[in-house]
Each structure stands twice: as C-alpha cells, then as structure tokens.
C-alpha cells in the first residue's frame, strides 16, 4: 500500500512541474514573437525612410539639371530675379553751367550730364568741376537730393549777422568740438558754415594761441563760405573776402591801408547788401 501511495503522489508532482514548465515556455514565446514584431517593424521604417531620400535625391537632381545656379529646398516658394538694365526715369533738377553745393567738396559747376554703366545698368549722373580743388566729380541723378542750390542774398544777409555776432565756444574737449565743427562743415548747411567761422576765428589777436586743426577747420570752413559769398554776389575774390573780414573784424589794418593809398576819387563803391 505504502509503494502505490508513493507512486500516486511522485505522479502527481510531476504533473504540477509539467505544468508550471509550460506556462513558463508560452510567455517565453510570446516574447519572441513580440520582439520579432518589433524588428520587422523597425526594418519596415528604414526601409521606408531609404526609399524617401533616395526619390528626394532623385528630385534635387532633376531641379539641378532644369537650373544649376539654383540651390533646391524643400517646402520653399523660390522667387524670381528680375535684372534691372536702366535706372529708374528721375527728372533733373539742376541744369548745366549750374553752381550747385555739394556738401563733401563745396561749390562746384555742372559741366555736362552723361549716362555711365555700372555692373550693368546705365546710370545717368552730373559731372561736377571744382575749381579750388581743380578735380571733377560725378554725382547720380537719382541721388541728387544730396546736392543743394546756392544760397540767395537773403541768406547771405543772415550769414553776415551770425559772423557778427558774438562766438559760441564750449568748454568740452577739443577732439569733441572738432568732431561738432567737421560734423557742420560736411553737413552744407550754409549757416553751420558760417558758425564754424565765427566760432574758430581769432581776428587780428597774433597773442591767441591756435593750434594746427583749429587753423586748418578754419580755413576749409572760411575757403567754402568765401566761394559762395563771391558767386552770389556776382562780386570779384576781393569784394567778397572784404565783406567776411568786415563782419569777422579781420585784416582791418590792411584795408584801412589800401583806402589811405588810393585817391578819394578813385575808392571803389563798397556794395553793402541789406542785413
């Protein structure tokens, strides 16, 4: 009795390990099938994502062919270039023989307009002649608006009463006022030119020291003033320079001078213009 007892349980046992190993055995297949699911899915992808570049690749080489100047993007609106051969129609506002003030050079004389191609494009500009600096100048038609006319005789009388008046000096560094006073003289505007003037001259005082960029802003600033002064005015070098020095009160003794030598009849007529 005791064996067949023996034998039922061992068969028993057997059964449950039997059991146990086969549920083991089907997760462990799942698991494979899982992961295999999974690797031909990933495959699948690439697969996909070679196909993808390659037909991209085959595209930015048949744009390449079609324009090869054209680099190709994707999902990109490419626009057109449209060449331009003429400048755009501007009329001219100053005639030639015409004195104009071009603001870097002072007052210069239109000699001639000439059409010149640049990169291309036939550009119509001014020639300009400046006689002081005996040098010719080109300015385009469509920038003209950095040229300006002369001054009229009003603005001349205006002139005259700021070099009357009394200076303006700053007490700041000199590198900074000579950049305020370059800063005027470029600008062209008659009347910062002739505050330019006023504020740097020194009269006939020979005891104030004036250093060489004070002399020389002076003098591009003086120079510019005197040419428009002698043009509107219609007046000689002379007259001209003589009526700045009478408002700076400069070179006094000379004139006194030359009207002491000259006989009374002979004293030229000193045309005053109306302040």
Request: glycine fraction near 4%; aromatic fraction near 4%.
């Amino acid at each position: 009795m005791k064996n067949i007892l023996k034998k039922i349980l061992n068969n028993k046992k057997t059964k449950k390990v039997v059991k146990k190993k086969s549920k083991i055995a089907k997760k462990i297949d799942k698991q494979k099938k899982i992961s295999k699911v999974i690797k031909a899915k990933k495959i699948t992808k690439e697969i996909n994502k070679k196909k993808i570049i390659k037909d991209n690749k085959k595209k930015d080489k048949i744009e390449i062919k079609g324009d090869p100047l054209r680099i190709p993007k994707n999902n990109e609106q490419k626009p057109e270039i449209k060449k331009v051969k003429k400048q755009d129609t501007e009329k001219r506002l100053f005639k030639v023989k015409e004195y104009v003030v071009y603001p870097k050079h002072g007052v210069g004389q239109i000699i001639e307009t000439k059409k010149i191609n640049i990169g291309g494009i036939d550009v119509e500009t001014y020639i300009l002649k400046f006689e002081k600096d005996k040098a010719n100048g080109m300015v385009p038609v469509n920038k003209q608006s950095h040229l300006r006319p002369l001054a009229t005789i009003n603005q001349i009388n205006k002139c005259v009463s700021i070099l009357k008046s009394k200076p303006k000096i700053k007490r700041s560094m000199w590198s900074r006022r000579a950049q305020e006073y370059e800063a005027k003289i470029s600008s062209g505007k008659i009347y910062d030119l002739a505050e330019v003037v006023r504020d740097l001259n020194k009269g006939d005082d020979i005891m104030i020291d004036q250093s060489y960029s004070e002399r020389q802003l002076f003098e591009k600033a003086y120079e510019r003033l005197l040419t428009e002064f002698h043009i509107v005015m219609g007046s000689s070098l002379e007259d001209a320079q003589k009526k700045l020095d009478k408002a700076l009160k400069r070179n006094l003794e000379k004139q006194a001078q030359k009207v002491e030598e000259k006989p009374v009849a002979e004293e030229p007529v000193n045309q005053e213009l109306t302040e």
